[in-house]
């Protein structure tokens, strides 16, 4: 039982270049997330997924698309690297109950845009 | 202001002395409130939550929710190093369940 895994868990790119982050979860839970995290900043939500076939934006959405590819996957898609997309990025996973606690994340994927 | 707010750090402690940490959150609708630990280079570890007034306690750590007052707060006994790490605080939109908005976290330093 891996939980939830990320790949990769560093990566540099140039401004403009694309790339996709990748996450799988093997807990079964319907519902997944994308946050991130800067320097002195909680983390921050930019796409969620409530179940398969579902997604929707979080607060920071802007740059981003997300694909939800069966119930054990969701990645991230960077279309243009922008210097301001340099962070920490965590994926999550959960079931959708009311309340319950958002206790999976993954390890992270270390991103530089320069 | 600050959708949750966390007092600014770093905060520092002396082993097996008590740590306080603080939080106040904006949004009235919120109805499930956390506790993260995050070391240095890992990912958030749920340590914590609490969704009715009053206090929760689990093994050294106690939680306390006032919802009239907006205010959350961790309290931690008996300190140790090894629970020097940022401790981010985390509010559901309403009762939105993985959708959380968190704090800027408080970094905790326990001195031996």
């Known amino acids: 039982n891996a939980g939830v895994t990320q790949t990769p868990k560093f990566q540099v790119l140039k401004t403009g270049q694309s790339m996709t982050l990748q996450c799988a979860q093997d807990m079964n839970h319907n519902s997944m997330y994308w946050y991130r995290q800067d320097p002195g900043m909680g983390l921050r939500l930019i796409y969620y997924?409530?179940?398969?076939?579902?997604?929707d934006k979080g607060e920071v959405p802007n740059g981003y698309n997300v694909s939800r590819l069966n119930k054990r996957e969701f990645s991230l898609r960077l279309e243009s690297a922008a210097p301001s997309q340099t962070s920490v990025y965590f994926c999550?996973?959960?079931?959708?109950?009311?309340?319950?606690?958002?206790?999976?994340f993954g390890p992270g994927t270390r991103l530089t845009v320069l | 202001q600050k959708e949750v707010e966390q007092n600014s750090g770093p905060l520092s402690v002396p082993e097996g002395a008590i740590a306080s940490l603080n939080c106040t959150y904006s949004?009235?609708?919120?109805?499930?409130f956390f506790w993260y630990r995050q070391y240095s280079g890992k990912s958030p570890e749920l340590i914590m939550f609490?969704?009715?007034?009053g206090d929760k306690e689990d093994g050294r750590f106690t939680a306390q929710l006032n919802k009239a007052s907006q205010y959350v707060s961790l309290l931690i006994r008996d300190s140790q190093p090894s629970d020097s790490a940022t401790y981010l605080c985390?509010?559901?939109?309403?009762?939105?369940?993985?959708?959380?908005?968190f704090g800027q976290g408080t970094e905790l330093s326990v001195k031996p």
């Open positions: 999550a996973s959960s079931e959708p109950l009311a309340g319950s606690p958002l206790e999976y």
């Open positions: 609490i969704y009715s007034n």
């Open positions: 985390a509010v559901t939109r309403g009762n939105q369940g993985g959708k959380l908005i």
């Open positions: 997924s409530a179940s398969e076939g579902t997604t």
């Open positions: 949004d009235r609708g919120s109805q499930s």
